[in-house]
């Protein structure tokens, strides 16, 4: 059986690097991207190759769509001298950055970074890399919470997760003649070096997170990686145009 394969953005570390695990400790080649740190993603790369998995690292800036059609070649020669494919079967847009400030003080340059990675990066990224999606792969794209509930400093960020949500639902609807579906994994707070690691490392912001849900303690990459694993699993197929929310019941 043809091994299936999945394209990670942002996979050398965070929820990415877990993800990618995952996926790979269920037999799934990986493919995934780096921005700013190649060393993170080539101990992930290790990682998987000394479990017995196949697995490869690409440069990759979202935010900057120029350089859009020399990745998809670097990924088409990737599938070939690696997996001797030409396509793969799931895409998990999730590279992403994290910029809090007071609505009133958000820059334009702020929103601007923003929008290109969260937003018009995996807009245009998934366009570019449809001819190598498999008939029936999937496409997995990463909200936030934060596009439910409202917390201070974060309009422009759950702004573009928002815009997200509703491009799966037209992707879903426009790739649905292809089998492709196309759904959102929507996290709460979760403990890890995200905008700069303050809901892992603020024991006080820690505790009150954990006050505020329903499971009584902050998200861990393992609770992500896990969903995202088995939001892209066979049993799961008949599933598109979905928002879900892994948070633990935060803010109910």
Request: glycine share 12%; proline share 3%.
């Amino acid at each position: 059986m043809t091994q299936r394969i999945a394209l990670v953005t942002g996979g050398g570390r965070g929820l990415g690097k877990n993800a990618a695990l995952k996926l790979a400790s269920k037999g799934i080649g990986i493919i995934l991207t780096w921005n700013s740190n190649e060393k993170e993603a080539q101990q992930v790369v290790d990682e998987i190759r000394q479990s017995g998995g196949k697995a490869a690292a690409l440069s990759l800036n979202v935010g900057d769509i120029s350089t859009f059609p020399q990745f998809v070649k670097q990924v088409q020669e990737t599938l070939r001298t690696h997996w001797q494919s030409d396509t793969f079967d799931y895409l998990l847009n999730n590279a992403g950055i994290g910029i809090n400030a007071p609505y009133p003080a958000f820059t334009e340059a702020q929103f601007d970074q923003l929008l290109n990675i969260h937003f018009k990066g995996p807009f245009f990224l998934t366009q570019n890399l449809l001819p190598l999606i498999n008939c029936g792969g999937r496409i997995l794209n990463v909200s936030t919470g934060l596009a439910r509930f409202a917390l201070p400093g974060y309009s422009a960020y759950a702004a573009m997760k928002g815009a997200m949500e509703v491009l799966t639902r037209y992707q879903a609807k426009e790739l649905g003649e292809r089998g492709i579906t196309a759904n959102i994994i929507a996290p709460g707070a979760i403990e890890t070096d995200f905008s700069g690691g303050n809901v892992r490392d603020n024991a006080q912001l820690n505790a009150y997170i954990a006050s505020q849900t329903a499971l009584g303690r902050v998200g861990l990459p393992d609770d992500i990686g896990d969903a995202i694993a088995a939001l892209l699993s066979d049993e799961l197929a008949w599933m598109t145009a979905q928002r879900i929310e892994v948070s633990g019941g935060m803010f109910l």
